[in-house]
């Protein structure tokens, strides 16, 4: 049994990478199934892990703010995690609230409804509605296309980025881009941007279709739409909306 002891603790002095983080998260895991503060000797039972290995865990984690050590000397989860779950519910909320605005956009419209994010130097289809109409601008959600500057979800996306480029300033005073036919004589296009509730560019949400379709009336028309759409998003994500 001594013998087995041994082996095991040298094993723990190697303990590197995805070892030690597993480990790190097996306490995390055992915290949350209980529910309630717990003693190193219940983490240890709770684990199989030797009361050393904890310990040495344990100082990674609360230096990071995942666990805290109570007066009493035991051990709850830390502000970190809240913030974690936090953050997974604000990601769940986006995406919910996102395909809802995006369903009832493509109904009220009758054109395809985007919603694009920037990643570097490209544009990513993260959601999408495509049109009902029998000929229409096919994309795929997951979809990668380059930044031009010339399609209204590119503008959006390059103005609220800080880009200074021709138009850029327009955009963001206007406060959506329209593209009329510029970067696809037989596509048209408006987008917005969307915020967060610490005014964080999130992305642009874009209604697109054939350029034929897309007359005078229907432009303004779908930009109010868009822009009422967006007040809308922003106000159930937390921000301040005038």
Do not use: W
């Amino acid at each position: 049994m001594q013998s087995n002891k041994v082996n095991v603790v040298r094993k723990e002095q190697n303990v590197k990478g995805v070892e030690s983080v597993d480990r790190a998260l097996t306490i995390l895991d055992a915290m949350a199934r209980k529910r309630a503060a717990m003693t190193l000797h219940e983490l240890s039972l709770a684990t199989n892990f030797y009361k050393s290995t904890i310990l040495r865990l344990i100082t990674s984690l609360e230096k990071f703010g995942y666990i805290r050590k109570r007066e009493d000397g035991r051990y709850v989860l830390g502000p970190a995690c809240a913030a974690l779950a936090g953050a997974q519910s604000a990601a769940f909320d986006l995406a919910g609230l996102m395909r809802a605005t995006i369903e009832r956009l493509a109904e009220t419209t009758g054109e395809t409804v985007s919603f694009y994010i920037r990643d570097g130097n490209e544009r990513v289809c993260a959601q999408r509605r495509n049109s009902t109409h029998s000929i229409r601008h096919h994309v795929e959600e997951g979809q990668r296309m380059p930044l031009e500057k010339r399609g209204s979800a590119s503008q959006v996306l390059l103005a609220f980025s800080g880009d200074d480029g021709p138009g850029m300033e327009r955009v963001r005073q206007e406060g959506y881009a329209i593209s009329l036919g510029e970067r696809d004589p037989d596509a048209a296009g408006i987008a917005v941007p969307i915020f967060d509730a610490k005014d964080q560019l999130l992305g642009a949400l874009t209604v697109s279709g054939l350029r034929s379709r897309f007359t005078f009336e229907v432009v303004d028309r779908v930009r109010d739409e868009l822009v009422a759409a967006r007040k809308e998003l922003e106000r159930n994500l937390g921000r301040s909306v005038e």
